[in-house]
């Protein structure tokens, strides 16, 4: 009888362990990162990397753009690229696109920045899913609205206490998050595999995600349209003002990814309306409140062109 016990129980856990699927492994969040070619945009801004919040937590290389294969990618659990006017189109050729693109398949979390520029339709076609943006480029734009942000840990505006906090509010008299939102592009084409995380209206009236994200394989990919000029290395990330873009970017580096990367993806990007909620205590501006906002901020803008003029 006790043999027959034993084989009993011996069969039966065989038998949940078969039926049972094991829990996927979370490959982030990750603590090698890869920046291509460098934190610093030709426009303007540079990625935070020194504040003690990334740099404990993160180690940082410089990779460039020849250096994007299979070999040299395995070394990094994260890859980020800033995309501005040193590099090429498409910016990596057909082998380097295959070997980024098995490497996210494979378990690789890819970030995506193109602060300010202004790219051709076929610019990401070498992506798994390609999309093109409306980008106002480089005007000093200091107005814009955040309509629509998921609630992740990506962030969120609903509750201070969390340490996904993001204070989307815009203050028009003095624009909080300078040209972050004016400046920024957004997704004007549509693939369902996308989804939408944050969504604005950006200083040329265009409303779209400028946040966006999309699993592929065991990796995901990130993409973030925000102006990043009003960024310095060591700026600290924090849920107010310009320092909640630092604090997005961290939010970006600590995702977890994988089967279980715990994202809703509420919305899909797809032509349709979009959003809903405006997130800022101010009405939607029109076009000639914007001029006048830009007239306030003249000086301030002023300064970001001439600053840009340096790069």
């Not at 492994?25 to 990625?47: E, M, R, Y």
């Amino acid at each position: 009888m006790k043999k027959a016990m034993t084989f009993m129980t011996c069969l039966l856990l065989f038998a949940l362990t078969v039926i049972t699927p094991a829990k996927a492994v979370i490959p982030g969040p990750g603590t090698q990162v890869a920046i291509v070619p460098d934190p610093t945009s030709d426009n303007g801004g540079t990625l935070p990397t020194i504040d003690p919040a990334f740099a404990t937590n993160f180690t940082f290389t410089n990779v460039l753009w020849a250096d994007v294969a299979a070999a040299n990618l395995a070394a990094y659990d994260i890859v980020v690229l800033v995309i501005d006017y040193g590099a090429a189109h498409p910016p990596l050729n057909a082998s380097q696109a295959a070997d980024l693109n098995d490497w996210v398949f494979n378990g690789g979390k890819l970030i995506i920045y193109d602060s300010e520029m202004q790219l051709p339709d076929d610019y990401y076609t070498w992506l798994p899913y390609a999309f093109n943006t409306s980008a106002p480029g480089p005007i000093g734009g200091f107005a814009g609205e955040i309509l629509y942000m998921e609630l992740n840990t990506l962030g969120r505006y609903d509750n201070p206490a969390s340490p996904h906090y993001i204070n989307a509010t815009v203050d028009y008299v003095y624009n909080n998050w300078y040209d972050a939102i004016g400046d920024a592009n957004v997704f004007v084409t549509f693939d369902s595999h996308w989804c939408g995380d944050i969504e604005i209206i950006n200083l040329n009236e265009v409303v779209g995600w400028v946040h966006a994200y999309a699993a592929y394989g065991q990796g995901l990919i990130i993409y973030n349209g925000f102006d990043i000029d009003f960024l310095t290395s060591g700026m600290p990330p924090g849920p107010e003002d310009i320092n909640a873009l630092a604090k997005i970017w961290l939010l970006e580096l600590q995702q977890p990814w994988g089967a279980d990367y715990n994202l809703p993806c509420a919305r899909k990007v797809v032509d349709e309306a979009v959003g809903g909620e405006i997130l800022a205590t101010n009405a939607l501006q029109p076009l000639g409140s914007y001029i006048l906002i830009l007239a306030t901020a003249s000086a301030a803008t002023i300064g970001i062109l001439l600053k840009k003029k340096h790069f």
